[in-house]
């Protein structure tokens, strides 16, 4: 069983992002742009710092129209982004 679950890990990344936008087209949807956490300094969130070291850079903008995710993505927050591989 350990085994099995240390190979489904290895399928799977997380990413630290903050929310740089979001505009509402109205029509029930928005768009959203974030951008991978950056941290260089020792005083400043040890998390992030981590983060940093491992994305340095990247981001992902997106349309959303679904209704209970809408609301959801605030600007200026942090959000884990975890990338699970799809099966065909």
Do not use: H, W
Request: positive net charge.
């Amino acid at each position: 069983m350990k085994c099995q679950k240390e190979a489904k890990q290895k399928n799977k990344m997380r990413a630290k992002f903050q929310t740089q936008s979001v505009t509402d087209f109205g029509y029930g949807s928005k768009q959203v742009k974030l951008c991978a956490v950056y941290a260089i300094s020792e005083e400043r969130n040890k998390e992030d710092n981590q983060f940093s070291k491992a994305t340095p850079s990247g981001t992902i903008e997106m349309m959303i129209s679904a209704e209970g995710a809408l609301d959801f993505i605030k600007p200026g927050k942090k959000y884990y982004v975890d990338f699970t591989e799809a099966e065909d």
